[in-house]
């Protein structure tokens, strides 16, 4: 589906006539009433029967009063929806733990109890700090205000309610040329250079108005020994979208979504679909995108978002660097999102990505009807990326001698494989017995290796086929 353009949603029959809604079910219900009420059309039990009820049970047609009713009541609540963006709360709903947004007079909360069991409902959030907390906290009085007059305090609330969310400490007040009590576990608050310290425990701190103070990109919230929110790590962890799409031998493209950079102070968002080819880099979509020298021949690559902060210009480059690539004039951040890797004739191999999985089409027997040549480990180097969780296919082509077979992460301790210690195995020698095998995943190492041992090896030929990787980054 495309994205879909965002029209004015008008609400049905709301020029009808007094007398065509109908109060839903009323006639069924042995008493036609008509209304225009929301609330009243909804509240006989043959609403919430449903057609059946409101239609003799099935036997004949909804009447047009309760279907001008239903598609006005419908139509109302998703305008609602529309004006408001987070609904008012509601006494009689049923709210859920973490996952229920509400606004009262311009502050937005979250849930903090419910369950589906035991929901959240009947609790006024200004008046229930053990249902409801503040998410977004900015005040009714500086809400009135325009962006020209205090833009600072705005900032400086939102930054300290995300705060309090983030670590439980609380304060109270308003910024709005007036006091604020902080407490808990918060001492200072780092907005870029400027510095705010709380004096003592239960002492004020004050914010003088007529100050210009901006918050941007980076905010250090920091609070007392063995508790810190720190907004580095928030980005660190971000990654939304991105997605990596095989288009041919010559390109690929990533798509739109955005990841913090690898320094941790800035967010990359990339607006568009971006296809790269194997070309040297240009900005833009249809593109090279290698960094520096020409493609070379069966390669791993690294893919990054790369960002201009003096222009904002993001766009996407790969490198056989995964971590240091070659980056264009007055480009400065970046973040690995991905990897690709050619073929013999500097092709890139067809892969699926599915979230952070990504498949290769073919899968890769790196190891291919082999006689183990020993009981002993053994190290299988892999067509997959380094230190990532690889997935693969275990054969046994053939079996003389009953054996088990162990394989994994190179930094796991060597130990024989056995019955106890196996990804799969054989328990009845039976000579030219079929092909069978296991899925299984193991990390790989800085090398791109991962190691196989087996019990026995004697006339016993095996595989292990290279399906694909995990890349959590």
Same mark, same amino acid.
Request: charged share 10%; aromatic share 8%.
């Given at each position: 589906?495309?994205?879909?353009?965002?029209?004015?949603?008008?609400?049905?029959?709301?020029?009808?006539?007094?007398?065509?809604?109908?109060?839903?079910?009323?006639?069924?219900?042995?008493?036609?009433?008509?209304?225009?009420?929301?609330?009243?059309?909804?509240?006989?039990?043959?609403?919430?029967?449903?057609?059946?009820?409101?239609?003799?049970?099935?036997?004949?047609?909804?009447?047009?009063?309760?279907?001008?009713?239903?598609?006005?009541?419908?139509?109302?609540?998703?305008?609602?929806?529309?004006?408001?963006?987070?609904?008012?709360?509601? !006494?009689? $709903?049923?709210?859920?733990?973490?996952?229920?947004?509400?606004? /009262? =007079? @311009?502050? *937005?909360?979250?849930? #903090?109890? +419910?369950?589906?069991?035991?929901?959240?409902?009947?609790?006024?959030?200004?008046?229930?700090?053990?249902?409801?907390?503040?998410?977004?906290?900015?005040?009714?009085?500086?809400?009135?205000?325009?962006?020209?007059?205090?833009?600072?305090?705005?900032?400086?609330?939102?930054?300290?309610?995300?705060?309090?969310?983030?670590?439980?400490?609380?304060?109270?007040?308003?910024?709005?040329?007036?006091?604020?009590?902080?407490?808990?576990?918060?001492?200072?608050?780092?907005?870029?250079?400027?510095?705010?310290?709380?004096?003592?425990?239960?002492?004020?701190?004050?914010?003088?108005?007529?100050?210009?103070?901006?918050?941007?990109? !980076?905010? $250090?919230?920091?609070?007392?020994?063995?508790?810190?929110?720190? /907004? =580095? @790590?928030? *980005?660190?962890?971000? #990654?939304? +979208?991105?997605?990596?799409?095989?288009?041919?031998?010559?390109?690929?493209?990533?798509?739109?979504?955005?990841?913090?950079?690898?320094?941790?102070?800035?967010?990359?968002?990339?607006?568009?679909?971006?296809?790269?080819?194997?070309?040297?880099?240009?900005?833009?979509?249809?593109?090279?995108?290698?960094?520096?020298?020409?493609?070379?021949?069966?390669?791993?690559?690294?893919?990054?978002?790369?960002?201009?902060?003096?222009?904002?210009?993001?766009?996407?480059?790969?490198?056989?660097?995964?971590?240091?690539?070659?980056?264009?004039?007055?480009?400065?951040?970046?973040?690995?999102?991905?990897?690709?890797?050619?073929?013999? !004739?500097?092709?890139?191999?067809?892969?699926?990505?599915?979230?952070?999985?990504?498949?290769?089409?073919?899968?890769?027997?790196?190891?291919?009807?082999?006689?183990?040549?020993?009981?002993?480990?053994?190290?299988?180097?892999?067509?997959?990326?380094?230190?990532?969780?690889?997935?693969?296919?275990?054969?046994?082509?053939?079996?003389?001698?009953?054996?088990?077979?162990?394989?994994?992460?190179?930094?796991?301790?060597?130990?024989?494989?056995?019955?106890?210690?196996?990804?799969?195995?054989?328990?009845?020698?039976?000579?030219?017995?079929?092909?069978?095998?296991?899925?299984?995943?193991?990390?790989?190492?800085?090398?791109?290796?991962?190691?196989?041992?087996?019990?026995?090896?004697?006339?016993?030929?095996?595989?292990?086929?290279?399906?694909?990787?995990?890349?959590?980054?």
């Amino acid at each position: 589906m495309s994205i879909l353009t965002r029209v004015v949603q008008k609400i049905f029959g709301s020029t009808a006539g007094a007398t065509e809604t109908g109060v839903i079910g009323s006639e069924d219900a042995g008493s036609a009433a008509t209304s225009s009420n929301l609330v009243t059309i909804q509240s006989l039990s043959q609403y919430l029967a449903g057609m059946y009820a409101i239609t003799g049970g099935g036997a004949g047609l909804p009447k047009i009063e309760d279907i001008n009713s239903l598609f006005l009541l419908i139509t109302s609540q998703l305008a609602y929806v529309f004006q408001n963006g987070i609904p008012e709360y509601e !006494s009689g $709903t049923n709210y859920y733990n973490l996952i229920s947004y509400v606004q /009262v =007079t @311009g502050v *937005i909360y979250q849930s #903090i109890n +419910g369950t589906s069991v035991t929901p959240n409902v009947g609790n006024t959030p200004s008046s229930s700090p053990t249902k409801w907390r503040p998410f977004l906290d900015i005040d009714s009085t500086m809400a009135a205000n325009s962006d020209a007059v205090a833009p600072s305090q705005k900032a400086v609330k939102s930054a300290l309610s995300l705060y309090a969310r983030l670590t439980g400490a609380t304060f109270t007040g308003t910024v709005n040329g007036t006091a604020m009590v902080l407490s808990g576990a918060l001492s200072a608050l780092t907005f870029n250079k400027l510095t705010l310290t709380q004096p003592a425990t239960g002492a004020t701190l004050t914010l003088a108005d007529g100050k210009t103070l901006k918050v941007d990109r !980076s905010i $250090t919230l920091r609070g007392g020994v063995d508790a810190a929110a720190d /907004v =580095t @790590g928030l *980005i660190s962890g971000y #990654i939304q +979208g991105l997605l990596m799409t095989w288009i041919s031998t010559t390109s690929f493209s990533v798509g739109i979504g955005s990841i913090g950079d690898s320094t941790s102070v800035d967010t990359l968002s990339l607006l568009a679909i971006t296809t790269k080819t194997t070309a040297a880099w240009a900005v833009g979509s249809g593109n090279g995108g290698l960094d520096t020298g020409a493609i070379g021949a069966s390669a791993l690559y690294g893919v990054f978002l790369i960002k201009r902060p003096d222009t904002g210009v993001v766009d996407v480059l790969y490198s056989l660097s995964a971590t240091a690539p070659t980056l264009p004039a007055n480009y400065t951040l970046f973040r690995r999102i991905g990897w690709v890797r050619t073929n013999g !004739s500097s092709q890139f191999i067809q892969w699926t990505q599915r979230g952070r999985q990504f498949l290769w089409q073919a899968k890769v027997a790196d190891l291919n009807a082999v006689t183990p040549a020993s009981t002993n480990r053994i190290l299988l180097p892999v067509t997959l990326p380094p230190n990532v969780e690889g997935i693969f296919s275990f054969v046994y082509n053939s079996v003389t001698n009953a054996f088990w077979v162990d394989s994994g992460w190179t930094a796991l301790t060597d130990v024989p494989a056995s019955v106890t210690n196996a990804i799969a195995g054989c328990v009845t020698a039976s000579s030219g017995i079929g092909a069978g095998g296991v899925r299984y995943t193991a990390q790989t190492d800085a090398s791109s290796q991962i190691y196989y041992r087996v019990s026995a090896f004697t006339g016993n030929t095996i595989s292990i086929l290279t399906v694909g990787w995990i890349d959590n980054l």
